[in-house]
């Protein structure tokens, strides 16, 4: 029964959290990598997250920790290899590039934002809710996300505040 | 941009990016899991057992060994032109290089000659420990204990015969709350098998003798020695007189006021010999 239910929850929900965690982290074999990495963790562990009210958010936030805490240790080692060949991208259409692309030049905190409202397509109350923050904080976070990222979209403009990739 | 716009935009990368990427079989995603698993309990098991072992080869140093007696080696005076019982020394030897082990320690009025009277405990026992290996035994009370009215909580490290004795009490070679060499007792009985607390209507039952490393004094007075060695070696300057009780005799070795060596025979005749021995701020003094 518990196997049957993991199995049923990993095929329902791999794709979509390797696109929510590829926007994010601007890099697919981090982002399948991290998504595997999490419900690996899961896996072992299913007793106890399928009782919570919300598994998939708690698969999110380990793999979100896995890729960052994976993409810190390997920013290190790139800085040293600054001539490191960069990972092939996937072979997207020009406007999905672009938008990763722009993505990539905001804050992580307005990337997780605008991810888990567009992407993963929660209101705003659960946004807040994964980010441990206010709703009303969440709200203005949303909106000056929503706003960089337009304008990165439009013109391609400056990096905004300090991009963590 | 309006939000629409962007909502279009995101769920276009979701179609366009969803066929590039496949769920790997579910059973590798578990392999995975199991995996790490095992990782972490290794991660962890490893520290654990290593401290553990730690924890049991302690305990080791703490249970009583079958006695391997070393052999007595005749050591040589000490280079002074005074007798070795003669010191009376309150401070740790100054020299920093460590002595060869050499099986033995000298009894000695100042203390155990690698460890004077006054030396921290730690440091003590390094040096003895140096000399003499793991020490048979250790005990410790606070209360009562079997060596009499102590000036403080006692720890008690046995090799053979040879009791050394630390407080943390105010003594004339330590100051109270410093863990320190207070005294040695060369014994023929296992103190530390009498229950101090023993208050029964029947006496306690005789502790069981010890036999094994029994270290003397730098002219050979030790465990066993006769009342006529002792007169040899201290002449004038052993007093004699019986036990409270019993046949036995004390005796004290004094420099002017000062006791430097005291204990029991078993009587007072010159074949009496000796039962015990200390030297120190000995308890019940």
Redesign the interface.
């Known amino acids: 029964m518990g196997d049957k239910d993991?199995?049923e929850f990993?095929?329902s929900n791999?794709?979509?959290f390797?696109?929510q965690l590829?926007?994010v982290t601007g890099s697919?074999p981090d982002?399948?990598d991290a998504v595997?990495?999490a419900?690996?963790?899961?896996?072992?562990h299913w007793g106890r997250v399928r009782a919570y009210e919300l598994p998939e958010a708690w698969v999110r936030r380990v793999a979100l920790n896995v890729a960052f805490t994976g993409l810190r240790r390997a920013r290190r080692v790139v800085e040293v290899l600054a001539r490191a060949e960069p990972p092939p991208a996937?072979?997207?259409?020009g406007?999905?590039m672009e938008?990763?692309e722009a993505l990539g030049r905001l804050p992580l905190h307005f990337r997780q934002v605008?991810v888990l409202y567009?992407?993963a397509d929660l209101p705003v109350e659960r946004v807040a809710g994964e980010l441990g923050i206010a709703v009303g904080t969440a709200k203005s976070r949303l909106a000056r996300a929503?706003d960089a990222?337009?304008r990165q979209?439009?013109d391609g403009g400056e990096e905004v505040g300090s991009a963590q990739r | 941009?309006r939000?629409d716009d962007?909502?279009q935009?995101?769920e276009?990368?979701?179609s366009?990016?969803?066929p590039?990427?496949?769920?790997?079989a579910?059973e590798a995603?578990?392999r995975?899991?199991?995996r790490?698993?095992r990782t972490i309990r290794v991660a962890v098991l490893v520290p654990v057992l290593l401290a553990a072992a730690v924890i049991v080869r302690e305990a080791a140093m703490l249970e009583p060994k079958p006695f391997q007696p070393k052999p007595f080696q005749p050591v040589s005076p000490p280079p002074t032109t005074r007798p070795a019982v003669a010191t009376t020394a309150t401070t740790a030897p100054t020299t920093t290089t460590r002595p060869a082990p050499t099986g033995t320690v000298v009894l000695r009025a100042d203390g155990l000659g690698v460890a004077a009277f006054g030396t921290a405990e730690q440091a003590a026992m390094r040096a003895l420990q140096g000399q003499l290996g793991r020490p048979q035994e250790r005990g410790s009370w606070s209360g009562a204990n079997p060596f009499g009215t102590c000036p403080g909580p006692v720890r008690a490290v046995r090799w053979g015969r040879l009791y050394v004795l630390f407080t943390n009490g105010p003594t004339r070679y330590g100051p109270d709350g410093r863990w320190h060499l207070f005294a040695w007792q060369v014994d023929q009985v296992r103190r530390t098998a009498i229950d101090p607390q023993h208050s029964g209507p029947t006496p306690p039952p005789d502790p069981p003798p010890l036999r094994g490393y029994s270290p003397r004094t730098a002219t050979g007075i030790g465990s066993g020695s006769t009342l006529a060695d002792l007169r040899t070696v201290y002449r004038g300057r052993l007093q004699l007189g019986p036990a409270e009780s019993g046949p036995a005799y004390r005796f004290t070795v004094r420099r002017g006021a000062t006791v430097e060596l005291f204990g029991s025979l078993t009587g007072g005749t010159p074949q009496s010999t000796v039962t015990w021995l200390a030297a120190g701020a000995v308890c019940g003094e």
Not at chain 1, 39 to 44: G, L
Not at chain 1, 90 to 93: A, E, F, G, T, V
Not at chain 2, 20 to 24: E, H, K, V
């Open positions: 993991f199995d990993y095929a791999y794709g979509r390797v696109v590829y926007a697919l982002a399948e595997q990495e419900f690996a963790r899961a896996s072992v996937p072979p997207l259409p406007a999905s938008l990763v605008l567009y992407l929503r990222l337009a979209l439009v | 941009m939000s962007l909502r935009r995101f276009a990368l979701e366009e990016v969803l590039l990427t496949g769920p790997p579910t995603i578990r995975r899991g199991r790490r698993q």
